[in-house]
């Protein structure tokens, strides 16, 4: 894992020098200075080697911190008067960002972005959504996605290996099967919450 604040990705992909046995599959931990959680658990020493170690070596996890937006209602009057929904207001700054990684916004921050290269500089990514609700949620889970990362990993064929769009397409799979488990554990705590709200 390496960490900069830099927002230039290019300079951070072209001044990485691949570990032996690496795959062209790069990490992306994106947070502001409103996920502090995030932003300390990335500069802790201890947090940043456990992490480095479950990750494993064979792909390169960077994180950038993007600048802080925020939600502001509308100055137009019509608009304040009938609509009391708050409107997300990008920064200016992270539009570089947020085209390279084919985001849209920063408003579900904190991710983690996997991407390859397909064709030359264009991207292939997904996207995985982190916590920063408290250290213990927020490392375990890094944990468990850097650890579903890692195993898909190791379990590519080798002659699949050099290939980021095959191994981009492995660890898509295996992180779809988590995001279908949380659905499912969603679902039984929203039926388990009907249930205690019904009469008996």
Do not use: C
């Amino acid at each position: 894992m390496q960490s900069d604040q830099s927002i230039e990705i290019t300079d951070l992909i072209k001044n990485y020098e691949p570990r032996v046995g690496s795959v062209p599959v790069f990490g992306m931990i994106l947070y502001t200075d409103s996920h502090p959680i995030i932003k300390k658990m990335l500069r802790d020493d201890d947090y940043w080697a456990a992490l480095d170690e479950i990750s494993g070596s064979k792909w390169p996890v960077f994180s950038i911190r993007a600048k802080a937006g925020s939600y502001k209602h509308s100055e137009h009057q019509y608009f304040k008067r009938f609509y009391m929904t708050p409107i997300w207001k990008e920064p200016s700054e992270n539009k570089k960002l947020l085209d390279w990684l084919a985001l849209e916004s920063t408003e579900q921050l904190p991710l983690l972005v996997v991407f390859t290269f397909n064709d030359g500089e264009e991207v292939d990514r997904t996207v995985v959504k982190l916590d920063d609700e408290n250290p213990d949620i927020a490392f375990n889970r890094l944990r468990e996605v850097f650890s579903v990362i890692k195993h898909s990993i190791d379990n590519i064929p080798v002659e699949d290996l050099n290939s980021g769009l095959e191994v981009l397409s492995a660890i898509r799979y295996a992180l779809d099967k988590i995001g279908r488990r949380e659905r499912l554990k969603e679902g039984y705590r929203l039926i388990k919450e009907i249930r205690d709200w019904l009469p008996l």
